[in-house]
């Protein structure tokens, strides 16, 4: 096994993110691969509610046992749809007990948020 750490790109540095801007550059075919996983994600209302509940919450984390609640669906499925979210790299969890605690990635969320910005010419924002 190799004792070598794994470096992700974007992560702390802004200014090195995976992907340019949507009116800065064309995306790769890499770049537009895993910005789609991201979207996609996304794509689904239970995930995104979940993912806006997690980050709106006070403390930055919340107990799998407080999102539950606010659906009608199964455990199984509002811990799938949560495991999604983790495979596109939006959130994270740690086991507590018998309970899971769920935090957003800010950097995930910022380069969301850099990926879709746009230039505003002075024109635009007067």
Same mark, same amino acid.
């Given at each position: 096994?190799? +004792? $070598? @750490?794994?470096v992700v ?10 992907? !340019? ?5 064309? #995306?790769? @075919? ?9 979207? +996609?994600? #996304?794509?689904?209302? /239970? ?6 509940? *997690? ?5 930055? @984390? /919340?107990?799998?046992?407080?999102? =539950? ?5 199964? $455990? !199984? =499925? *509002?811990?799938?749809?949560? +495991? #999604? ?5 939006? *959130?994270?969890? @740690?086991?507590?007990? =018998?309970? /899971?605690?769920?935090? /957003?990635?800010p950097a ?7 990926? #879709?910005? =746009? ?6 924002t007067a």
């Amino acid at each position: 096994m190799s +004792k $070598q @750490e794994l470096v992700v790109i974007g992560q702390d540095d802004p200014s090195a993110a995976c992907c !340019p801007g949507l009116a800065t550059a064309p #995306l790769d @075919e890499d770049q537009a691969a895993g910005m789609a996983r991201t979207f +996609k994600a #996304l794509g689904d209302p /239970v995930r995104l509610r979940l993912l806006s509940m *997690i980050a709106s919450r006070a403390g930055g @984390e /919340v107990c799998v046992c407080d999102l =539950t609640p606010a659906f009608d669906l199964s $455990q !199984p =499925t *509002i811990s799938h749809h949560l +495991k #999604l979210l983790r495979q596109a790299g939006l *959130i994270d969890c @740690e086991r507590r007990g =018998t309970w /899971v605690y769920y935090w /957003v990635l800010p950097a995930a969320l910022d380069r969301l948020s850099a990926f #879709l910005a =746009t230039a505003r010419s002075p024109e635009a924002t007067a």
